[in-house]
């Protein structure tokens, strides 16, 4: 039976997605990797059929060559260079080390972790920079671009892009290309906006920045949150 034909519960690529990857056996795993099976079984039942031939143990299956995967029916060359690189790139991530994340301390370090992305720019674009409970950067987001004066950005949208993140803090900055850092009233106006919706959902607006090519206003700074 192919996998197009098992209870979608027990197909691996629609597991991964309901389920997420952790809920997903070593053999259905395997099985992604491969991506068929063979005329006989499916790639679940193959991939089950190679983890037991090696102990259930991802190393012990790493020492098998091409030739040795090979000999496992519904396995040519194409495959078992699959499983072998897949198993390559988790060995090169095991020697690697975690890189460590940058932790933001004050409004410099946010100006340093955005000004690459705004400083130069010609028209109004609106960040964010989404922070775990160390105040260290797990991602930023680029949430709208405008025209010469203004850049509108969907609260919502925000923060959606926070839970995705699973972030605790977030900063928000947008530039003026005009070089004038005194915030509008519509600046203050979205902030206020933003720092609410955060409360409701546990976030806190940790700062918002109007940047320039060379410098930049803090509204924690100015006490403006």
Not at 98 to 105: A, D, F, M
Not at 136 to 147: C, E, P, Q, Y
Request: with cysteine; net charge neutral; hydrophobic share 45%.
């Amino acid at each position: 039976m192919s996998i197009k034909f098992l209870a979608e519960d027990d197909r691996p690529r629609e597991k991964f997605l309901l389920k997420g990857k952790s809920a997903l056996s070593d053999a259905e795993l395997l099985a992604i990797i491969m991506g068929s099976g063979s005329a006989e079984e499916s790639a679940v039942e193959l991939a089950r059929k190679i983890m037991i031939s090696v102990g259930q143990n991802w190393h012990n299956l790493s020492l098998l060559s091409i030739a040795d995967l090979n000999k496992f029916k519904g396995i040519g060359n194409a495959k078992a260079i699959s499983i072998a690189a897949a198993l390559e790139i988790g060995r090169r991530r095991a020697a690697q080390e975690v890189p460590e994340r940058t932790q933001v301390t004050c409004s410099t370090d946010s100006f340093k972790a955005l000004v690459p992305f705004l400083g130069d720019l010609s028209t109004e674009e609106f960040w964010v920079v989404f922070l775990n409970q160390n105040n260290r950067i797990i991602g930023k987001s680029k949430m709208s671009a405008g025209g010469i004066s203004q850049s509108v950005v969907d609260v919502r949208i925000l923060f959606k892009t926070a839970l995705e993140h699973f972030a605790t803090g977030i900063i928000v900055a947008h530039n003026h290309p005009s070089g004038n850092l005194k915030p509008s009233q519509e600046d203050l106006k979205i902030t206020k906006q933003i720092a609410e919706a955060g409360k409701l959902l546990n976030i806190q607006l940790l700062d918002h920045l109007i940047i320039t090519q060379n410098a930049y206003l803090s509204f924690a700074d100015e006490n403006l949150l």
